[in-house]
């Protein structure tokens, strides 16, 4: 194998793991362009935050969605999410945890 065709293998074998790994964050709900300039929290509860937006929205309350949106819309702003501190998600984990545990308790 002359030098170019190991670089078009290279160049090849790149693309694909970047694709792939782009489609296991898109199922983890979460951005990979967010990992380059945010902390892996933030980036943890933005992605629990979607969860509970896509799938959640009927359980929660009014104030919830509010907070999450909120937090959502501050994710969204490249200078706002570069401001943020790692416990401005403590919120959303609380959130989440918080209808996980009623799920349990009902289906129980």
Known sequence: MNKAEQQRHIIRTTT?????????????????????DTTTKLIQAEARARELIRHYKGQLTNEQKAHIENFLRRMNNKRTRQG????????????????????YRKAA
């Open 16 to 36: 694909r793991d970047t694709l792939l790994t782009d489609t296991w964050l898109d199922g983890q709900h979460i951005e990979a362009t967010r990992l380059y």
């Open 84 to 103: 943020m501190k790692e416990g401005a998600g403590n919120s959303i984990f609380r959130i989440h945890t918080q209808l996980k545990r009623k799920q």
